[in-house]
């Protein structure tokens, strides 16, 4: 059977393919962003008949918008990476996971885990070669679900194409001003090491000062001294989230 080619206008039809995720989002994600996954290992069926939907969809240039596009691949990466975790869980970090292969064992990254229309992917396929190469928006770091206490925090909700600025605009404003993960003044800014592992996307250190200041309240000063925090791969599961946890100073 070929993947169904979802129109995009016909009765919302990207919405309603998305809702069984939204339902589960809106259910287990807390208050603060993580992910409660052991509730979630509740409604694993679910969580994977959602994902049997997306292996009998193909994207459509046709039909979908750009940003319908960027919105669906989304919602495949994060709700992908997070039954990978159901899977193992309970875990200490995503990274800890290991994953069979014809080839022999597999990061999760590197596995190819994702079955869209028929064809399989990595996460990082996803993220670098249609994410970041296809649409080059370095909010989408805000909106990816890497299964970390340093990720930011998760949008209760799927991502849609018809309000996908605003959901990534408010996804990088909640980040960039939230003081578990970034502190700024206008002298000195001690920012994720997100900012650090994508520096290419972010460009020149006058290039990410003028980014946070688009977010930021406090505005940063041109020649403010830049610092970054360690990324801490803990599993961004219900537990409280503490600024010490969360920025694993070293």
Request: avoid cysteine; aromatic fraction near 10%; glycine fraction near 4%.
């Amino acid at each position: 059977m070929s993947p169904l080619l979802l129109q995009a206008e016909d009765n919302n039809s990207l919405q309603l393919l998305h809702e069984p995720w939204g339902r589960l989002l809106r259910h287990h994600v807390t208050a603060d962003g993580r992910l409660d996954y052991e509730a979630l290992a509740e409604e694993e069926d679910q969580l994977w008949a959602y994902l049997e939907s997306l292996r009998k969809t193909k994207p459509d240039p046709v039909s979908w918008s750009p940003d319908d596009t960027k919105a669906f691949w989304l919602n495949v990466y994060n709700a992908s990476a997070a039954y990978l975790v159901v899977q193992y869980y309970p875990l200490a970090s995503i990274n800890d996971i290991r994953v069979k292969t014809v080839g022999g064992l597999k990061s999760p990254w590197e596995a190819p885990v994702v079955n869209v229309g028929g064809q399989l992917y990595s996460l990082n396929q996803i993220e670098q070669k249609i994410l970041r190469d296809q649409f080059h928006d370095p909010r989408t770091h805000f909106a990816l679900m890497y299964g970390a206490v340093s990720n930011a925090p998760l949008l209760a909700e799927p991502y849609d194409g018809t309000r996908l600025n605003a959901q990534l605009e408010a996804q990088t404003r909640r980040f960039i001003n939230d003081t578990a993960f970034n502190q700024l003044t206008s002298n000195r800014v001690q920012i994720s090491g997100l900012f650090q592992a994508y520096a290419a996307e972010f460009g020149t250190e006058a290039q990410l000062i003028a980014f946070l200041n688009r977010y930021a309240h406090t505005p940063v000063l041109p020649t403010a001294q830049v610092e970054y925090q360690s990324f801490n791969w803990g599993l961004n599961d219900r537990s409280t989230l503490s600024s010490s946890h969360a920025l694993n100073k070293r």
